[in-house]
């Protein structure tokens, strides 16, 4: 059974930063391209950033992209999302997915068969 498991969450100040980490486990990461999704009360899910299988891919949200990075470590099975200059609309629970298909057909939360729990961010002075 594979399970994906979030770290790294909490609460930061308005510009902080935090680095999320999705550890893989029953299998290789390697295996699968990467997702981090977030959800804030009231709100749809938002894919936030994802990696493909061989880290030459990346999407980021248009609200993210120059504040966030994705990378992953395969050696660890884990793959990281490092979140800087972050602001409350970032407050929401953050979490990884896994999806098996190809890296092209990826377009949102229903190609990634993988979850994990999540993880609270809360970006709050």
């Known amino acids: 059974q594979v399970l994906l498991a979030e770290s790294g969450g909490g609460l930061v100040r308005p510009g902080g930063s935090l680095r999320l980490s999705c550890k893989v486990t029953?299998?290789?990461?390697?295996?699968?391209?990467m997702g981090w999704f977030r959800q804030a009360p009231g709100k749809e899910r938002e894919f936030v950033a994802g990696i493909s299988r061989s880290g030459a891919n990346t999407y980021f949200l248009d609200t993210v992209k120059d504040r966030f990075a994705v990378n992953r470590d395969d050696a660890e099975d884990t793959v990281h999302l490092q979140m800087n200059g972050l602001q409350p609309e970032d407050t929401a629970v953050y979490s990884c997915?896994?999806?098996?298909?190809?890296?092209?057909?990826?377009?949102?939360?229903?190609?990634?068969?993988?979850w994990g729990r999540g993880i609270q961010v809360t970006v709050s002075s």
């Open positions: 997915a896994a999806s098996g298909d190809s890296w092209f057909k990826i377009s949102g939360e229903a190609d990634f068969e993988i």
């Open positions: 029953g299998e290789r990461a390697i295996n699968y391209n």
